[in-house]
């Protein structure tokens, strides 16, 4: 089956990896004639950035890349780190914020914190932006942010499954534009990546068994085929 034509979603991801790559090449070496050729790539991704829809120019974008570049293992580059909690109540229903940088619904989630483990960044996070006090389960997902296509940065998101204890529903002012309990049958609109989570979250609320949910391997990883259900 011919891979089906590049759209914006790839090029943002192309551009990512070779940003990524450049970087890290950019940390570990002091070869004159190497870092030229991975200042090169940089530019080369930032043109593919702004091909995908990038408002910054690409010469704005090289330099932000060039200021993140470390020396040695800090400079390796590396998808960053979040946290999301599926939320259940006695109803059934899941708890989903809509964010106020884009409007789209999704689970409570945010960046881990050092020095907090996974679990407490969870319960953290919705508190925080929903209000709710939670208890963690158990981890139901490991989900790439690119693939799943609720951001624009690399990160890997790890999914706890929590129960609601106490507190009451109050968004935070800044980071949600509303929050509330859905049911699976009424779930609002816009939703991020939803095919993705949504029957593992419903199986855990519902205390069905379920394995941790996890992207499976792209074959090719860079163009996927045209009818993937994990384009």
């Not at 790890?158 to 534009?177: D, N």
Request: a negative charge; one cysteine or more.
């Amino acid at each position: 089956m011919p891979s089906r034509p590049a759209n914006a979603h790839d090029l943002l991801r192309w551009s990512e990896a070779l940003s990524g790559i450049a970087r890290t090449g950019l940390g570990f070496s002091d070869n004159l004639y190497e870092r030229e050729r991975f200042e090169e790539v940089l530019k080369v991704a930032a043109d593919i950035r702004v091909a995908a829809g990038m408002e910054l120019e690409a010469e704005v974008l090289v330099e932000e890349w060039l200021r993140s570049v470390g020396r040695g293992v800090p400079g390796y580059v590396t998808p960053k780190v979040a946290v999301g909690a599926v939320v259940g109540n006695d109803e059934g229903q899941i708890l989903l914020i809509q964010r106020a940088d884009s409007g789209v619904w999704l689970y409570p989630t945010g960046w881990a914190d050092v020095g907090y483990s996974a679990s407490e960044v969870a319960a953290k996070e919705v508190f925080e932006e929903t209000g709710i006090e939670v208890e963690p389960l158990r981890l139901i997902a490991v989900l790439d942010g690119l693939r799943l296509g609720f951001t624009s940065v690399p990160l890997y998101s790890l999914v706890f499954h929590c129960r609601a204890v106490g507190g009451s529903l109050e968004r935070h002012p800044l980071e949600t534009r509303d929050v509330g309990w859905f049911s699976e049958d009424a779930m609002p609109s816009p939703l991020a990546g939803a095919d993705r989570w949504r029957p593992a979250a419903f199986a855990a609320i519902r205390g069905e068994p379920i394995d941790v949910v996890f992207d499976r391997p792209r074959k090719p990883p860079w163009r996927e085929e045209r009818d993937s259900p994990d384009a």
